[in-house]
């Protein structure tokens, strides 16, 4: 079913993919496990013989969510509450719900009461990763994780096969790498909306299948580089809907870089094979990207941004702002002062899910680009 | 004689526990304000933390909430978070946090402020927003901060174990931490001391909370929350054991002589209250929740500083378990059952829910929690939508509406009963 996907397909599905998810469910008689975001080890997950998938928000409309999370809430957190109280519940067999901040926390409180019949664990990241003990809780819950699932299924995973499962997941995210790579020094190869439309879609659906996908479009990519392109760097947590993409192709924007968990933090989570696994799980947990929070350090997010855009010569970042996550605004006006003091053209984009005004924003991306081109930033 | 001095009210006389309570305080705020010169460092820390390893090994701490409070408390909230959003902060984050960030772009404040952190404390058992904002202030200073992460107390036996064994390994981290910053080896023998004078004022302070169990109540909620100061920021200390003694005997005698917040006979609703409190509308909802005959006696919130600390166990094991299993760190079906004990232990039937913009960690729960209260005690609930701190997201005219239309369904349910 995503073993031969075109670009075009892709896109198409990635808008919703649960139609796809459910017809290959029927079809391989297989379960399905749903995450939000992030960092839940989906290795695991597939280890066990799920699907694991990754819950992103929905566009359908809110109905029932607003009754459990008030309208200050995060709005990706949201989301997801309403595609599973609302349209997709059913096709889970249970989920594994990471808690970060105040919102996920509660949210798999909410999702544990509501679902009472399905498989509900909460994966419990390390609010701190700087000192020994992030490490050792770490390790904890990937084990108590695994030893859930082990209770659920009545199963056990070996070494092995959970090694299996990190090379299935490693190739994929190496495959996404190589595009990415040829997308920066390519612009007019292939769209934004069309790459990360690509990590999304790989974080839900059955990665064997897919990367064979993957590797055919990948070959059958052919150099362009056009012309009129500016290259930037894009910087937040996730960016949804994939209409923004959209509009960065529109204006001829060209991501080089980037810091969401839906694109580099995802796809830089290769873990190393043929050790421990559940060892090199807890090192990729601990070398992951800045993630503001579980990070207590803006610093590190500023140098990171500021590395990106120096390395990749790009002219501007981009800061995609989910509308109501606390985590980030709390961290966005010193990063934007540090920015700004180092001379980076900073601009903020405001995105909510299921509500947002696409006019509005290209209207402020315009007006951003106008000037830097101007040179007036 | 002027005007004003015609109009002035006669001072109330000060009981013995408010007497203690001022005198406290200000010896706290002196030292403080003098710490440097006494050899002794500022640690600003979240009122849910370890304070106890603070207090044992000198450090001085400093609560940015409680001075946010009487800020609030004061109706300064609008104009100081409308300095903080105009840094760039959205208007939607906690009002202790931005009134405290505007206090320090403007210097306003109705205290004498408080002295400047020299390290941070933060405790994410009670919010994920109070690490946020120390961070913010730490930048500021290029100042140290600990965080003490306490994953949520969830329920399966064998896990609890486990983040036990997590919060007690960051303890000892803790420890380290403070020694490399103050240059100072921990005394435990001294922790150990701290620990019973901890544990005996939370067994008083709870003993004084649960005066909320007769009838008439001596005590409604605002007692609790003027009350509760000292347990937040001194417990530890010998005077705070003694400060919840007389407050104890002060209030038993009021029970003992069936003296209420309303008399016997105006008592006709024993409420319950979710959340925090609309600090700028303290008195204004006592005044009027009593004209209903009601009276608001409890909530989770007060009952966060009741620590159960065991004196036989490791004081760094008492002290994991204490701070990772406070209400605000539970799960949804735990916080019921935290509730529903306070519904039975002090016969309580009415509830109001208040849904407080500024603080997410406790009110996200809020409509699932309302939902298992009102199916487990048959009993309505008063659901509102406010803000703690921040005047600007308070509706005087909806939310007194929705008070009196709550009283009139009571008292209808209650007619029926009859």
């Known amino acids: 079913m995503w073993d031969n996907l075109s670009l075009k397909e892709v896109v198409e599905l990635t808008k919703d993919p649960f139609p796809s998810i459910r017809k290959w469910v029927k079809e391989k008689g297989k379960k399905v496990i749903g995450s939000t975001i992030p960092d839940v080890p989906e290795e695991v997950i597939h280890a066990f013989d799920f699907l694991p998938v990754s819950l992103i928000g929905t566009d359908k409309p809110l109905k029932k969510a607003p009754s459990r999370l008030p309208d200050n809430a995060c709005s990706l957190a949201r989301s997801n509450l309403e595609l599973v109280m609302s349209y997709e519940g059913d096709l889970f067999d249970g989920f594994v719900l990471p808690q970060v901040c105040d919102t996920t926390q509660h949210l798999s409180d909410i999702w544990r009461i509501h679902f009472p019949d399905k498989y509900t664990e909460c994966f419990l990241a390390p609010r701190q990763v700087d000192r020994p003990s992030a490490r050792y809780w770490t390790k904890e819950e990937i084990e108590r994780l695994i030893s859930s699932l082990s209770n659920w299924t009545n199963r056990k995973i070996t070494d092995d096969g959970l090694n299996s499962s ?22 007019a190869a292939l769209t934004n909306k069309e790459l990360f439309s690509l990590i999304k879609l790989s974080m839900q659906v059955d990665k064997e299948e897919f990367n064979k ?26 960016c949804d809907p994939p209409e923004v993409y959209a509009l960065f192709d529109e204006i001829k924007l060209n991501i080089v870089a980037d810091t969401l968990v839906t694109g580099t933090r995802y796809i830089d989570g290769v873990v190393a094979q043929n050790g421990n696994p559940v060892d090199a799980l807890v090192d990729r947990h601990m070398n992951r990207m800045f993630f503001s929070p579980i990070h207590d350090n803006v610093y590190r997010n500023f ?23 606390e985590s980030q605004e709390y961290d966005l006006p010193d990063l934007k002062n ?4 180092e001379g980076i053209p900073f601009h903020v984009m405001d995105t909510e899910y299921q509500t947002l005004s696409l006019s509005h924003l290209r209207t402020r991306l315009q007006a951003f680009f106008e000037s830097l081109k101007g040179g007036a930033l | 004689m002027s005007d004003t001095q015609k109009t002035e009210k006669p001072k109330k006389e000060l009981t013995k526990s408010q007497m203690l309570s001022k005198k406290i305080t200000e010896d706290y705020m002196n030292e403080a304000f003098r710490a440097h010169e006494l050899g002794k460092l500022i640690g600003y820390t979240t009122a849910i933390s370890p304070v106890e390893i603070f207090v044992a090994h000198d450090i001085i701490p400093i609560y940015p909430e409680n001075h946010a409070v009487a800020n609030l408390t004061a109706k300064k909230g609008a104009q100081l978070c409308s300095v903080t959003e105009s840094l760039g902060y959205t208007s939607h984050l906690c009002a202790y946090a931005r009134s405290d960030l505007g206090y320090r772009e403007t210097g306003i404040t109705v205290t004498r402020g408080i002295p400047e952190p020299d390290l941070f404390l933060a405790c994410n058992a009670q919010c994920f927003t109070l690490t946020k904002w120390f961070q913010v202030l730490a930048r500021r200073g290029n100042l140290p901060v600990f965080v003490f992460d306490t994953p949520e107390y969830i329920m399966d036996k064998k896990a609890r174990e486990e983040i036990i064994k997590y919060c007690v390994i960051q303890l000892k981290e803790l420890i380290s931490f403070l020694e490399e910053v103050t240059k100072k080896k921990f005394d435990y023998d001294r922790l150990n001391e701290v620990m019973k004078y901890s544990a005996e004022s939370s067994r008083l302070y709870k003993k004084f909370l649960d005066m909320a169990q007769y009838k008439p109540s001596p005590i409604s909620i605002f007692d609790a929350l003027i009350g509760m100061a000292i347990a937040v920021y001194r417990r530890g200390t010998p005077e705070c054991v003694e400060y919840y003694r007389t407050l104890c005997e002060e209030f038993q005698e009021k029970a003992d002589k069936g003296i209420g917040v309303l008399p016997k006979d105006k008592e006709k609703y024993r409420l319950y209250w979710e959340n925090l409190p609309v600090w700028f509308k303290f008195s204004d909802h006592a005044k009027l929740l009593g004209s209903y005959g009601g009276v608001i006696l409890t909530s989770l919130y007060v009952h966060a500083w009741s620590f159960e600390f065991d004196l036989d166990k490791d004081p760094l094991v ?3 378990e204490n701070y990772v299993s406070r209400f605000s760190n539970s799960t949804l079906e735990d916080r019921a059952e935290m509730a529903m004990d306070l519904f039975k232990r002090y016969s309580l039937n009415g509830m109001i829910m208040f849904m407080n913009r500024s603080c997410k960690a406790v009110s996200f729960a809020v409509p699932t929690l309302k939902d298992v209260l009102v199916k487990r005690t048959g009993i309505p609930a008063l659901v509102f939508e406010s803000d703690m701190g921040d005047q600007r997201f308070y509706s005087e005219t909806q939310i007194r509406t929705r008070i009196e239309a709550y009283f009139e369904t009571l008292d209808r349910l209650q007619a029926k009963v009859a």
Do not use: W
């Not at chain 1, 595009?179 to 020094?185: A, E, L, N, S």
């Not at chain 1, 996908?213 to 990948?218: D, E, V």
């Open chain 1, 166 to 187: 990190i090379a299935l997941f490693n190739e994929n995210k190496k495959l996404l790498k190589e595009i990415y790579d040829f997308k920066k020094k390519n612009p």
């Open chain 1, 338 to 341: 540090m920015l700004r003091k």
């Open chain 1, 303 to 325: 140098e990171e941004i500021k590395t990106l855009y120096k390395e990749n010569n790009a002219k501007a970042v981009i800061y995609i702002h989910i509308e109501f996550c």
């Open chain 1, 213 to 238: 996908s993957l590797k055919r479009i990948k070959d059958g990519l052919k150099p362009q580089k056009g012309e009129g392109y500016t290259d930037i760097v894009l910087a937040g947590i996730t």
């Open chain 2, 318 to 320: 008492t002290l994991a």
